[in-house]
């Protein structure tokens, strides 16, 4: 069993700074590409950034400038840090990992169950 638990949403203002962390836990022999992706209402869920277990990272365009993407390997854990955050940031924030069970496993993609950033005055 593999599980992502997502902390630290919640209301800030325009303008303003959150960070965000998900933590995978459970039967993990390695983790690859790590991400993050956010759906707001009445739209599809798309992606923000992801991370590979090297380091490597990608932004959609919506972002860039603002938002980082980091990981810690030794804590199996993803970090969103978003600054000058706009109200059109307001989503739920879902975290994607995707991770081998074992080493004789097909990698598996696993989400987070989400955590609502909303940015208004």
């Known amino acids: 069993q593999v599980q992502l638990v997502e902390s630290g949403g919640g209301l800030v203002q325009p303008g303003g700074s959150l960070r965000v962390s998900c933590a995978a836990s459970g039967s993990i022999f390695s983790i690859r590409t790590m991400g993050w992706y956010r759906q707001a209402p009445g739209k599809q869920r798309e992606l923000v950034a992801v991370?590979?277990?090297?380091?490597?990272?990608n932004y959609d365009d919506s972002v860039k400038g603002r938002f980082t993407i980091s990981r810690d390997n030794a804590k199996n854990t993803v970090y969103l840090q978003m600054n000058s955050l706009k109200p059109e940031d307001t989503a739920v924030y879902y975290c994607?990992?995707?991770?081998?069970?074992?080493?004789?496993?097909?990698?598996?993609?696993?989400w987070g169950q989400g955590t609502q950033v909303t940015v208004s005055s």
């Open positions: 991370i590979s277990s090297v380091g490597n990272a």
């Open positions: 994607n990992a995707i991770i081998k069970r074992t080493s004789g496993d097909y990698a598996g993609s696993y």
